[in-house]
């Protein structure tokens, strides 16, 4: 069964610091996609990123970088230098990609960073 | 602006009420999905739907009902047989056409039922 786990529940970090969001995934299927979305407290989800399953490369944007490893089914998300803008919740999710093609989204329970000045 | 709406942002109604929440989007979006978020959860799916006319259950579709008349909107009933309606309702659309597609989400709607 498919499967999404963040095990960090919250994150507090001073602002400057590097914080590292984790997420474990479990899936049988060969073919996927990874999402990271953020939540600030207005509570409408952003999208963040989407990796899929043939493509391990890190990925980085600005301040953030996402480290997909397959042999460990993980898709961390690393916020370099943080900002009290950061603070939010922060859902990884995982979709199958299947006969139906329905597109569904699997999220982790979600890890809530918040950032102090 | 292109977007997903969602009214109203706050909802309360008595036990025993159904409550219909709207769900708009001008993306030209094949597919819509309403989710449910309780505090400290992820995002849980209620129903989905990728054609007018048509929607499926997600995985907590009990007590809650769907239409899709309209491609623009997707409006979600949360009748009186839902046990415990109080909650965070996420609204999202996406294109059909390839996978992985990401889903676009609206404000949300936060239902409180006394």
């Known amino acids: 069964a498919q499967k999404v786990t963040q095990a960090q529940t919250e994150i507090s970090v001073v602002e400057k610091e590097d914080v590292t969001l984790d997420c474990v995934y479990e899936?049988?299927?060969?073919?996927?996609?990874l999402f990271w979305y953020k939540q600030p407290p207005s509570g409408e989800l952003v999208f963040l990123i989407r990796r899929n399953s043939f493509d391990e490369q890190n990925e980085i944007s600005g301040r953030y970088s996402w480290n997909f490893q397959k042999s460990t089914s993980s898709f961390n998300f690393t916020i370099t230098a943080s900002q009290v803008v950061d603070s939010a919740v922060y859902f990884c999710a995982l979709s199958e990609v299947g006969s139906s093609n329905t597109g569904k989204l699997i999220f982790g329970q979600g890890t809530t960073l918040q950032v102090k000045p | 602006d292109g977007g997903i709406t969602q009214s109203p942002k706050y909802l309360f109604r008595k036990e025993g009420q159904n409550v219909t929440l709207s769900c708009e989007q001008n993306l030209n979006h094949d597919a819509m999905y309403w989710y449910r978020q309780d505090p400290g959860q992820g995002l849980r799916l209620i129903y989905y739907?990728?054609?007018?006319?048509?929607?499926q259950k997600g995985d907590i579709a009990e007590g809650y009902s769907v239409s899709r008349e309209k491609k623009e909107s997707f409006p979600l009933t949360v009748t009186s047989a839902q046990k415990n309606p109080t909650a965070f309702y996420l609204c999202a659309s996406s294109i059909v056409d390839s996978p992985g597609r990401e889903q676009y989400f609206g404000p949300g709607t936060r239902l409180t039922v006394t």
């Open positions: 899936t049988r299927d060969t073919t996927y996609y």
């Open positions: 739907s990728q054609i007018v006319n048509d929607f």
